[in-house]
């Protein structure tokens, strides 16, 4: 199995940028299709980002599209999600998942999961 440690949340105003870290240990990292999901108070955890094993493929929420870029380093076992042009409907709490497997968007499919990094976006 692997173990998930996310980093790079807090506060920061809208307009602002964030890089999330997602690091991964345990078993080979790079078999495993990594994913950031978010869950904002009172609502269902929702599909980010996603990258295949090699980075080559990406995959974005419409709602992010052409702010956040997920890549990964798999010499580093870490992928990283970049925000850019923070909105307020942006706060939540992210979460990298993985997978053996290709890639899926619902949260259901995702068998590791990490503690969660709080993103709070300031209007």
């Known amino acids: 199995q692997v173990q998930l440690v996310e980093s790079g949340g807090g506060l920061v105003q809208a307009g602002g940028s964030l890089r999330l870290s997602c690091a991964a240990s345990?078993?080979?990292?790079?078999?495993?299709?990594i994913s950031w999901f978010r869950q904002a108070p009172g609502k269902e955890r929702e599909f980010v980002a996603a990258s295949s094993w090699s980075g080559g493929t990406t995959y974005y929420a419409d709602s992010v599209k052409g702010r956040f870029t997920i890549s990964r380093d798999n010499a580093k076992n870490t992928v990283y999600l970049q925000m850019n042009s923070l909105k307020p409907e942006d706060t939540a709490v992210y979460y990298c998942a993985a997978r053996t497997g290709g890639f899926r968007r619902n949260f259901s499919e995702y068998t590791y999961w990490g503690q969660g990094t709080r993103v709070t976006v300031s209007s």
């Open positions: 345990g078993r080979t990292f790079s078999a495993y299709s």
